[in-house]
């Protein structure tokens, strides 16, 4: 049974930092690429980050230059560091296989930020 477990969200001030992780099991992470979507209040869910088992990455243009997208295959967990966070980066945010599986969908992980 494939499990996501995203963490690492929290309550932080603009310009402020966070760093997410999500937790996969269930799948051969290494082989797989990940992306990072959240979804903000009453907006559709949008992708925030990728990144291929290769290592090739891609980010949305709201995101490039403050947003840097990693993997750890040993610990199959891949991370999104946030910094220079604008209230506009307040969502749920999801991590999820390439191409997407909707029954991946974890619980996401809560960030908030406060101007």
């Known amino acids: 049974q494939v499990q996501l477990v995203e963490s690492g969200g929290g309550l932080v001030q603009a310009g402020g930092s966070l760093r997410l992780s999500c937790a996969a099991s269930g799948i051969i992470f290494r082989i797989k690429p990940m992306d990072w979507y959240r979804q903000a209040p009453g907006k559709q869910r949008e992708l925030v980050a990728g990144i291929t088992s290769g290592g090739r990455i891609n980010y949305s243009d709201s995101v490039k230059g403050r947003f840097t997208i990693s993997r750890d295959n040993a610990k199959n967990t891949v991370y999104l560091q946030m910094n220079s966070l604008k209230p506009e980066d307040t969502a749920v945010y999801y991590c999820?296989?390439?191409?997407?599986?909707?029954?991946?969908w974890g619980q996401g992980t809560q960030v908030t930020v406060s101007s």
């Open positions: 999820n296989t390439r191409p997407v599986n909707g029954a991946y």
